[in-house]
């Protein structure tokens, strides 16, 4: 596996999520941290792709963290065997060094804009960004009110789980496994495989197992993700190092966690691989409680997906809104000294 594909932000029910602090896991060094600055189309993305065009041509491991609001973006790239990140710095996820110069520094690539040149188109920039905000509002009032219909499918779900059974099933796949050292803190980073996109839902979860051992949750995700938080607890009180993967709409809801430790994906996407195990979560619900909502949970479903679609849309409009933004800047930045300036910084990486 030469890269991996995640967002470390998403458009959700409770509006944009920033889950930043994933990229970076706390059981691996970071030894430089390089934070990105300037406007938009000043060449942020396209540094970062040839970033890690070259760590993957070294056979290195890659992690792309890409944009929510357009999936084609980058917002980081990280090359874990240098202990290296790069950063998109600029709102709506500021980041400024905590150790200016000792691990931290600031690449910014808005000096070479023609300012100036900015000045006179002043009134469309503004313009363009009152616009991106009013559909970014429509935006997240879609997704909040889809948001509120997925909470009451949940909520039928989880009346419907006997958390007991639920319980003991989990307490048994830790049950063999060696505990790590609990210093009290957390270890696990937080992060989304999918987002709500304009070009719609984009799911990066991967097929092929990222982990030897694999548990596939087989059922409804109300139901995995209750069981998925159970997991977390006890893999984090056990003092494991990991991962958790969110809802793109319901960013406290859990879909996939990996344990570093044990080696062990535990997924609500199918594996191609035959050697995985699987959970039928049947097992901990009361099925025929669920019947009697089944169709309340259809309608909700239904409904749900309408808005998302709406959301869609607008995020849509959005992005065409911030290509014009974009285009102004293209017009006004010198790219042959930001060419050079990244060559530049290219050479001091690798």
Avoid at 307 to 322: P, T, V
Wanted: overall charge negative; charged content about 25%; glycine content about 6%.
């Amino acid at each position: 596996m030469s890269h991996r594909d995640m967002f470390p932000g998403g458009n959700t029910s409770n509006g944009f999520v920033n889950y930043f602090s994933g990229i970076f896991p706390d059981w691996e060094k970071t030894n430089r941290l390089y934070i990105l600055k300037g406007g938009p189309g000043v060449g942020k993305n396209t540094f970062m792709k040839r970033i890690g065009k070259i760590a993957e041509d070294k056979n290195y491991l890659v992690e792309y963290f890409h944009c929510a609001s357009d999936n084609e973006s980058l917002d980081a790239v990280r090359i874990p065997i240098l202990g290296l990140t790069v950063v998109d710095g600029t709102a709506p996820h500021i980041i400024d060094p905590k150790y200016p110069g000792a691990v931290d520094q600031i690449w910014n690539l808005g000096v070479f804009l023609n300012e100036k040149e900015l000045g006179k188109r002043k009134k469309d920039v503004i313009s363009y960004c009152s616009e991106n905000s009013f559909y970014y509002k429509l935006t997240f009032s879609y997704l909040h009110a889809a948001g509120s219909l997925s909470v009451s499918t949940y909520d039928i779900y989880r009346k419907a789980i006997s958390y007991a059974k639920m319980q003991s099933h989990v307490k048994d796949l830790f049950s063999s496994k060696s505990k790590g050292n609990y210093d009290g803190t957390n270890h696990f980073r937080h992060l989304f495989y999918s987002a709500i996109t304009p070009s719609g839902q984009i799911d990066y979860a991967p097929s092929k197992p990222t982990k030897s051992q694999v548990l596939y949750l087989d059922g409804e995700v109300p139901i995995a993700s209750e069981y998925l938080k159970l997991a977390y607890q006890m893999a984090n009180d056990n003092g494991y190092h990991g991962e958790v993967f969110y809802s793109p709409l319901l960013p406290e809801e859990p879909l996939h966690i990996n344990i570093q430790e044990l080696d062990l994906s535990i997924t609500t996407t199918k594996p191609l691989s035959t050697s995985s195990q699987s959970v039928a979560l049947s097992v901990f619900a009361d099925t025929e409680f669920l019947a009697l909502y089944k169709e309340n949970i259809a309608f909700q479903e239904e409904q749900k997906n309408v808005l998302i679609d709406a959301a869609i849309r607008s995020l849509s409009s959005s992005k065409q809104i911030h290509d014009n933004l974009e285009s102004i800047y293209k017009e006004c930045i010198d790219f042959d000294k930001v060419t050079k300036y990244c060559d530049d910084r290219l050479m001091e990486i690798f």
